[in-house]
């Protein structure tokens, strides 16, 4: 027996999101069957709705508007330091832990040649000329290590004016971690990064 | 920072969901985000078409039209076999097995007289007139094993015309399942079950 094609569109459409297989999408589609239909609607609106998101002019992090909560912010735009991050989720994991009070610069990936991602794709110039115009003391690189991280951050360190205080986020054992479990890699940097007590 | 209202909104539809969480909801409306307008669009028109599904007028199975595919299927309606179950998910589980070949009648529920669920909020007035209709020779109660499911399928049993053959589906032990592991009142049906080899 074939499920009513209503049905299978909805199952069909909440399959594509990653991790939802098809028997949590059909057992979610069953249960969204049962609700009114204003709360259908509501919910109808509010996925068409989100086509209308536009990346902040400035910083490229997600908004309503042309400018992001954060680029309107006087205050964080007085504090002349912008952090670099790789994608929107970077930012907002930045953003919870609270230690952070200056802009932001979503670059939307790492440089990466073989994929055919090169400085134009992420915007870099006009990064450049976003921290000149604003006089930015210090960027923060807070990309994640990796090869093609770690050649992003040169890259960048090298186009920006040499007055402004480029560093890079720090690395080594993560709070609750155990030195047993870790990788070498992650040994190594901590050692490098030791800091007088 | 506060996330644009457009996602906000998404967010909160998804988390609706039973199962679904903040957190899931956020890194799904995350991923949406950067779905093409065309798919946004095309999601939310299959939500809200939902609210356009409809139940058989005869068995109470979801359907795009007045009457469900298998109600329309005359093969099926000459099996003169109904499998009388609680609710929609149990009949796609049983459709699922492959094994039955006959009409269903979705119940709804159980009799449940504290919640104020008796035999009109059941619709078995009108399953008794479907029956005699039909002339169904054969009716399977496919009930849940529980209190209000053992009421409801005496209930039934009663108000049929006494010409028709009424079983309720077998208990016993579930193929894979370890008699080790098993609670005291299943080993019970099963014993009470047991069938010449």
Redo the contacts between chains.
């Keep these: 027996?074939?499920?009513?094609?209503?049905?299978l569109?909805?199952i069909?459409?909440l399959s594509?999101?990653?991790?939802?297989g098809d028997k949590?999408a059909t057992?979610?589609?069953?249960?969204?069957?049962k609700?009114?239909?204003d709360?259908?609607?509501?919910?109808?609106?509010?996925?068409?709705?989100?086509?209308?998101?536009k990346a902040c002019v400035d910083c490229g992090m997600?908004?309503?508007l042309d400018y992001?909560?954060?680029c309107s912010n006087s205050e964080r735009k007085e504090s002349k330091s912008v952090c670099v991050v790789e994608n929107?989720?970077d930012c907002?994991a930045i953003?919870r832990s609270g230690n952070y009070e200056g802009l932001y610069h979503i670059l939307g990936g790492v440089l990466n040649p073989l994929m055919g991602v090169g400085p134009d794709e992420l915007k870099i110039d006009s990064f450049v000329k976003r921290v000149r115009g604003l006089e930015v003391k210090n960027v923060i690189l807070a990309v994640n290590p990796s090869v093609e991280g770690d050649a992003t951050c040169s890259y960048i360190k090298q186009v920006l004016p040499s007055d402004v205080e480029v560093d890079r986020i720090g690395f080594g054992i993560p709070m609750g971690g155990s030195l047993e479990y870790l990788d070498t890699m992650t040994i190594a940097k901590a050692l490098e990064n030791k800091k007088k007590m």
């Design positions: 027996m074939e499920l009513p094609e209503s049905l569109n909805v069909d459409q594509k999101i990653p991790g939802v949590t057992r979610q589609t069953l249960i969204l069957a609700w009114s239909a709360d259908l609607n509501a919910f109808g609106d509010a996925m068409k709705n989100l086509a209308n998101l997600y908004s309503d992001c909560e954060i929107v989720t907002l953003e």
